[in-house]
């Protein structure tokens, strides 16, 4: 394993090493200290290890690799990720997983506002609670919260499916409730196992699009 520490090295050494492993396949990196942008744009099978927390978008535009953060994350965790995998062992700060098309987000605390905008296809589970505006827009994926969630969830939501274990203090435009069906509880069960999450599929209700915004129509123009 193949050790950084930002004490003495700069996020651009690191992550240009990152980009270039040269056979190593396993680093960590050192007293981060909220640096911003670290392990981002990686493209290969890596597993990095984040020993502290770390600032804005780290983990961001991630293919393949596995990004652990032992702390918090600031805005933008794993934004854009297409595969793999980003654990957060503490919270996340708003944006988490942001257009993110693929692989998955496991946030071991809670998120804030905006939780998985504007997704496109990526898993996030957040094991503790979300905030406001969680899924806006998101277009497909899934997000799991296992604790409560913010105002308008869902706000404008696609084809994206939302899954919530405890209090939703309000759904946004076009979100609504709806049927918690075999093969949800089934997916649900898997993703949860992923993500070392030990609830009930049961306990989860899922919300999704009413599909009435897919299309301007004028008794809905205030609404948009």
Request: charged fraction near 20%; hydrophobic fraction near 40%; include cysteine.
């Amino acid at each position: 394993m193949k050790t950084f520490d930002l004490e003495t090295d700069t996020v651009r050494v690191v992550n240009a090493t990152l980009h270039a492993p040269e056979g190593e396949m396993e680093f960590q990196i050192r007293n981060p200290r909220g640096a911003h942008a670290l392990a981002v744009g990686l493209y290969a099978p890596l597993r990095v290890t984040v020993r502290g927390h770390a600032g804005y978008y780290c983990a961001g535009m991630n293919q393949l690799a596995t990004v652990v953060v032992e702390g918090n994350a600031g805005t933008g965790v794993g934004e854009n990720m297409m595969s793999g995998l980003v654990h957060v062992r503490g919270n996340a700060s708003q944006s988490a997983g942001a257009t993110a098309h693929g692989g998955l987000l496991v946030i071991d605390g809670d998120a804030s506002a905006r939780c998985g905008i504007s997704m496109k296809g990526v898993d996030i589970v957040v094991k503790g609670s979300v905030g406001h505006m969680s899924a806006f827009m998101g277009q497909a994926g899934n997000l799991v919260v296992c604790g409560d969630a913010g105002e308008a969830l869902g706000d404008s939501v696609y084809e994206a499916r939302l899954f919530v274990r405890g209090r939703v203090a309000g759904l946004g435009a076009d979100c609504v409730e709806k049927e918690m069906r075999a093969e949800h509880l089934e997916w649900l069960a898997a993703a949860l196992e992923r993500a070392g999450a030990s609830f009930r599929p049961e306990d989860f209700r899922r919300y999704g699009s009413a599909r009435n915004l897919y299309t301007f129509k004028i008794d809905n123009a205030a609404r948009y």
